[in-house]
């Protein structure tokens, strides 16, 4: 069954494109033309993309090497330990809504010190994987396509973070323990 499930999944992927191909022959649309325009708003968005990417890039720097994070750390901590939040996994919490890139390297740096087995690593894996990078998204899509009001879109992403968070540690309590 393992080998069967195996072979679907190296298959999958393939098969889309190829039906594609097929349906748009079957539709007699022109697939390389289509693909070419395609790439040259790509590539365009792409460019109209770089001011916020950079912009988001440099208020991520100065929030950690200011020393905002530390300090909200400190100021969280208490809260965190009535809720029951290990104080280790809370750069975390905090990076994870604004970089991937950063989440990822302290989840990275928890699987180093704790290990991938620890309850904090699983935790912090399962944070990651239950949560995305709100304000990145908003900044970055919202920015490109030029929508100015996010107000509802931010508290619903990061509401969507919290019980995300939220969840991951308690279910990794339940589970492991």
Same mark, same amino acid.
């Given at each position: 069954?393992?080998?069967?499930?195996?072979?679907?999944?190296l298959?999958?992927v393939?098969? *889309?494109?190829?039906f594609?191909l097929l349906?748009a022959?079957?539709?007699?649309v022109?697939?390389?033309d289509t693909f070419?325009?395609g790439a040259?708003?790509?590539?365009?968005?792409s460019?109209?993309?770089?001011?916020?990417?950079v912009?988001m890039?440099?208020?991520?720097?100065?929030?950690?090497?200011s020393?905002?994070?530390?300090?909200?750390?400190? *100021? *969280?901590?208490p809260?965190l330990?009535?809720i029951?939040?290990p104080a280790?996994l809370?750069p975390?919490?905090?990076m994870r809504p604004?970089?991937?890139?950063?989440?990822l390297?302290?989840t990275t740096?928890l699987m180093n010190?704790f290990?991938?087995?620890s309850?904090?690593?699983r935790?912090?894996a399962?944070?990651?994987?239950?949560?995305?990078?709100t *304000?990145?998204?908003l900044t970055?899509?919202?920015?490109?396509?030029?929508?100015?009001?996010?107000?509802?879109?931010?508290?619903?992403?990061l509401?969507?973070d919290?019980a995300?968070?939220?969840?991951a540690v308690?279910?990794c309590?339940?589970?492991f323990?």
């Open positions: 069954m393992y080998d069967f499930i195996n072979q679907i999944t298959w999958v393939p098969g *889309l494109i190829l594609a349906y022959s079957y539709r007699r022109k697939i390389f070419i325009e040259r708003e790509g590539f365009g968005m460019v109209r993309l770089i001011p916020f990417l912009g890039i440099v208020a991520i720097g100065l929030f950690r090497e020393g905002a994070m530390e300090l909200l750390s400190n *100021l *969280l901590i809260l330990n009535i029951g939040i280790d809370l975390l919490a905090i604004v970089s991937g890139s950063s989440a390297a302290i740096e010190t290990g991938p087995d309850l904090i690593g935790m912090a399962t944070m990651q994987g239950s949560t995305d990078t *304000l990145f998204v970055l899509y919202f920015g490109a396509v030029g929508i100015k009001k996010t107000r509802h879109a931010l508290n619903v992403g509401i969507a919290a995300g968070i939220l969840a308690l279910v309590r339940m589970v323990g």
